[in-house]
């Protein structure tokens, strides 16, 4: 597989998970990264964006302030930490290459780079 999620778990609400996923390929540099989540029931959804080489984030409304989305190019990983967790944030959580556009505040997303998901991986949060 070309992406692999790492670092699920159960918490209670308030706690805190540190998710890694890790792509194979010499092409991760070159792609925007960003996380997903799928609750059951519901679409995945795009909650974090990081730009190619680590200069600009991007969060949905209901993540920011509480995740934080970094990378590292040498080790073809991008990590997902993730603060204050509220059960409404159970979930399988994917990674995948993304465009971006757009600032901070109002962007848009495209997948990008890799052909296929990961297995993810699941947080669940009790309350």
């Known amino acids: 597989e070309p992406l692999a999620e790492h670092g699920g778990g159960s918490v209670q609400a308030g706690g805190s998970l540190k998710l890694s996923c890790t792509a194979s390929?010499?092409?991760?540099?070159?792609?925007?990264m960003g996380w997903f989540r799928q609750a059951p029931g519901k679409d995945r959804e795009f909650v974090a964006g990081?730009?190619?080489?680590?200069?600009?984030?991007f969060y949905t409304d209901p993540v920011k302030g509480r995740f934080t989305i970094s990378r590292d190019n040498a080790k073809n990983t991008v990590t997902l930490e993730m603060n204050n967790l509220k059960p409404e944030d159970t979930a399988v959580y994917y990674c995948?290459?993304?465009?971006?556009?757009?600032?901070?505040?109002?962007?848009?997303?495209?997948?990008?780079?890799?052909?296929?998901w990961g297995q993810g991986t699941q947080v669940t949060v009790s309350s």
């Open positions: 995948n290459g993304v465009n971006i556009l757009g600032n901070s505040e109002n962007f848009d997303y495209s997948l990008a780079g890799f052909d296929s």
């Open positions: 390929g010499s092409t991760f540099s070159s792609y925007a």
């Open positions: 990081v730009s190619y080489n680590g200069g600009r984030t």
